[in-house]
């Protein structure tokens, strides 16, 4: 606490934004207790803790979301109290959401200037101004890009950008941005850190939370790290390194984390071949690929957003139609009309985006046995061998809270995950489809998710791990493909790789 | 950190339940209120004789409701069904020998190929909804609109303007005779009373019964939830949406054929519009019964609640002789009330699940 206050008197400027011993509860839950927290001008602020650390109540506790709660928020040394999102952005805060909130079948202009267009005397939206403005502000950020163009058309990292203009046009100096670059590649990364120091450089301040330490360490200049509804510890970024910040952020010492740097891969060519990819198009985003999943092995595929990957793993669980190429299972060429007939022939899908697989209003024994009523169940239903097939997979994935009747909806990310996968556990699949299986967890989660892939492969499963992340792949893949715009182009079997391999390849 | 997670778990459950019951409370208490009111505005409200006839004129409508529950539970419409009802209920005595004053160029056949017939009328209705909504993609407020003109123009063509009287024996059994019924002892003057239960409430309660239990107990009845919970979910789970969307839409058309046969002998008579005020009235029976209109919430006792309270307006309107003008007037406040219960509560429960 003193060290904090010292560090204050040492900025020498008054901070922009102060928290003094904020507490918020939920249900008798404390989600924040007694935590104090400043901004100064001009400083990206890092903000890190694992899932259900704090760090999403503060934000909206700043952002206005959060209306009630203990304890004083300062502006400029000037007690507020927000009582809406409308009321932070009149005091100039704003936020980017992790989730975007663009709206696709709108032209970027509108969305720069969404609800507040700039109109003409007679009160009609003036086209004009608004995209020749539109233009100036995305050129003020880097962008080139035709203002009237569909947002929808744009790549994820781009419509970030035109988000973050928006934020700036309604003359935001407190920026919030959450998890900014878990959707983006390498270069839209440093495109936005680009972005980031300019912001900076003009004196605005920006709070940025991540689950992606390389990101918060190479961007901030201060992290504060949150643990259990605390604040661990507030430091300067230089005195911090990645180990420090999950040392503070777990309260243990984790060796594990520098797993996904490199990898020996063990690819092993006398496994039988389960599914066999050849040649196959989508006629948009998929063009003559190739792969083959073999059982007891876990094949990666790595490769940039918008690669041709949430295409592929949806081709395969029979989600989307093939234009072109055979697929063949067990040696026989297959064709899946749905998802239900692919689910039959033993393929199953984690797709990238847990909220597409699950019921959040549902219990948790509803969401697992959704996959498997055909199995447990002839005709009537036996809620009981539901309850109990979940019970068992709650303490093999140790599911948090342990009970099969709560809805999905109150558990963490990290558990919802982890029921996602459940659903496949109780019948082994032939063929296990992940896409961006750890993506967005916290370590402890992605430890737990990693174990029970490994643990599948060990029972004769073909698993195939699709991800942007290269530690993600590295970590899981016994061989890994990389794939780029729509092709392989490199396929790793065996010997050691780094990380830079794939960032080379792809 | 177990211990708060399980009061967290608790308290949201608290809440959840209360916004879950929401679409629960309102509906019965909304019946309860309605009870006591036209019981104490009319003293012929309140008997046996009356409970009776409540229950005889919402049979019908109620057979229809209980297909639409399935369509509306998958966050589907289906606006077909009274049309539907009634092409069937003129299919069954286009096949059926009229009297000779019946100008209409049918062609008798033996009743139960008549009634087979019209069954297969009703399962091609939904066949033709369903792929049209699943195969071709076309939304089923839109399909169902057309499958209802379709419906009606069929119904046209068959009487052309024209009023059929004769139907199956089964038919006019089950649509206008008593099944059994229940003495009540003599009265004063040594006379025996009975309540008669028509067949036709027999059948609305078996349709009751095997649909909750279909909904409740069967796999099929646990997709159909799924499906309207999440249908993209359960698309990623392997659940063949098309199939259950699908099975639905045809279980709702057969439950409105099997109604619009029932409904031509009940009535008497099978003609052109004659089931056109059904449409509304299943609908509002679902709906008010507290049966989410986005899907996955409700079933067949939100439906019973729902046709009962309808059918209690209507009843109890008759009773303290009000203006049949105004009849029309209140039932559609009470459409309105329940629907903004139905949103209120879904917003409810969304607020509840959005937890940071």
């Known amino acids: ?505 792809a | 950190m177990s211990q708060t997670e399980v009061i967290a778990a608790k308290g949201f459950n608290a809440k959840g339940f209360l916004a879950e019951q929401l679409r629960n409370i309102a509906p019965a208490f909304t019946l309860v209120v309605l009870v006591i009111f036209f019981s104490v505005a009319s003293p012929t409200f309140l008997s046996l004789d009356n409970g009776m006839n409540i229950l005889r004129q919402m049979s019908i409508t109620g057979i229809i409701a209980i297909g639409l529950t399935f369509v509306i539970l998958t966050a589907e419409i289906d606006l077909s069904v009274a049309a539907v009802a009634n092409a069937v209920g003129i299919t069954v005595a286009y096949f059926t020998i009229q009297p000779d004053y019946v100008n209409i160029a049918n062609m008798p056949v033996q009743g139960w190929i008549a009634i087979i017939l019209a069954l297969a009328a009703a399962l091609l209705f939904g066949l033709v909804t369903a792929l049209g909504m699943t195969y071709v993609g076309i939304p089923s407020f839109i399909m169902t609109l057309a499958v209802m003109q379709i419906a009606n123009g069929i119904s046209a063509m068959l009487v052309r303007g024209q009023i059929a009287y004769q139907y199956p024996d089964l038919i006019t059994t089950l649509g206008s005779k008593t099944a059994f019924t229940i003495p009540l002892g003599v009265d004063e003057a040594g006379k025996a009373l009975f309540i008669p239960i028509g067949w036709t409430i027999v059948v609305f309660v078996i349709f009751l019964i095997v649909s909750h239990l279909v909904l409740t107990y069967t796999r099929f009845g646990r997709y159909v939830y799924m499906v309207g919970g999440n249908r993209e979910a359960a698309e990623y789970s392997g659940v063949n949406v098309k199939l259950v969307i699908s099975a639905v839409m045809v279980i709702c058309a057969v439950c409105s054929g099997i109604a619009g046969m029932l409904g031509v002998a009940y009535f008497g008579s099978a003609q052109q519009n004659q089931f056109d005020t059904f449409l509304l009235d299943a609908i509002a029976a679902v709906v008010v019964g507290g049966t989410s209109l986005f899907g996955g919430r409700g079933g067949i006792g939100n439906t019973i609640i729902g046709l009962l309270v309808l059918g209690v307006v209507n009843n109890g309107l008759d009773h303290i002789q009000m203006d049949s003008f105004q009849k029309i007037l209140i039932r559609g406040l009470i459409l309105l009330a329940a629907l903004v219960i139905n949103v209120y509560a879904q917003s409810l429960r969304e607020r509840q699940s959005s937890k940071d």
């Open chain 1, 1 to 505: 606490m003193t060290d904090q206050k010292d560090q204050t008197s040492r900025g020498g400027q008054p901070p922009l934004l102060e928290l003094v011993d904020v507490s918020k509860q939920f249900g008798g839950v404390h989600a924040l207790q007694g935590v104090s927290f400043e901004l100064r001008p001009g400083e990206i602020h890092g903000l890190v803790g694992e899932n259900g650390a704090g760090k999403s109540t503060m934000m909206k506790i700043i952002a206005g979301v959060h209306t009630d709660f203990e304890g004083v928020m300062k502006i400029r040394g000037r007690e507020v109290r927000l009582r809406s999102a409308r009321d932070a952005l009149a005091n100039a805060i704003g936020m980017v959401h992790q989730e975007l909130s663009a709206i696709p079948d709108l032209s970027v202009a509108e969305n720069v200037f969404l609800g507040s267009q700039p109109t003409n005397k007679l009160g009609k939206v003036d086209w004009a101004q608004m995209n020749s403005k539109a233009r100036e502000l995305l050129k003020g950020l880097g962008l080139e890009i035709n203002p009237k163009r569909s947002m929808g058309s744009l790549p994820v990292g781009i419509q970030q950008l035109v988000e973050l203009s928006r934020v700036l046009f309604s003359g935001a100096q407190v920026i919030i941005l959450d998890e900014p670059t878990s959707a983006l590649s390498p270069p839209e990364v440093a495109r936005l850190f680009e972005v980031l120091r300019k912001l900076r450089d003009e004196g605005r301040s920006i709070i940025f939370i991540s689950h992606f330490l390389d990101d918060v360490l190479a961007i901030s200049d201060r992290i504060t790290v949150f643990r259990n509804g605390r604040k661990v510890i507030t430091e300067d970024t230089v005195n911090l390194d990645k180990d420090a910040v999950i040392a503070h952020m777990i309260g243990r010492g984790s060796k594990d984390m520098h797993m996904g740097e490199d990898a020996v891969l063990k690819g092993d060519d006398s496994k039988p071949v389960v599914l066999a990819v050849s040649g196959v198009s989508d006629g948009k985003f998929l063009h003559n690929f190739d792969i083959e999943l073999r059982a007891g092995e876990i094949t990666g595929v790595y490769g940039f957003m918008g690669s041709g990957q949430i295409e592929l793993a949806r081709a395969l669980f029979g989600k989307l139609k093939l234009r072109k190429g055979t697929v063949l299972l067990d040696g026989k060429p297959v064709k899946f009309g749905s998802t239900a007939a692919a689910r039959r022939a033993g393929i199953a899908f984690v797709p990238e985006n847990r909220r597409m697989m699950l019921f959040r209003s549902e219990p948790v024994f509803k969401n697992v046995s959704i996959a498997i009523l055909d199995r447990i169940h002839r005709l009537l239903l036996r809620p009981k061998a539901e309850r109990g097939i979940t019970e068992a997979h709650i303490k093999d994935l140790s599911i948090r809270p342990p009970r099969p009747g709560i809805a999905l909806g109150s558990l963490s990310g990290g558990n919802q995950q982890k029921v996602a996968l459940a659903k496949w556990l109780t019948h082994l699949p032939r063929v296990l489809i992940l896409s961006e299986p750890t993506r967005g967890m916290d370590v402890g989660a992605k430890e737990d998710v990693i174990r029970i892939v490994k643990s599948l492969r060990e029972k004769g499963v073909a698993v195939l791990v699709l991800s942007t992340e290269p530690e993600t792949v590295l970590t899981l893949a016994d061989r890994v493909t990389v794939i780029k715009k729509g092709m392989a182009v490199k396929e790793f079997s065996t010997g050691r790789i780094e990380k830079s391999d794939l960032l080379g390849a």
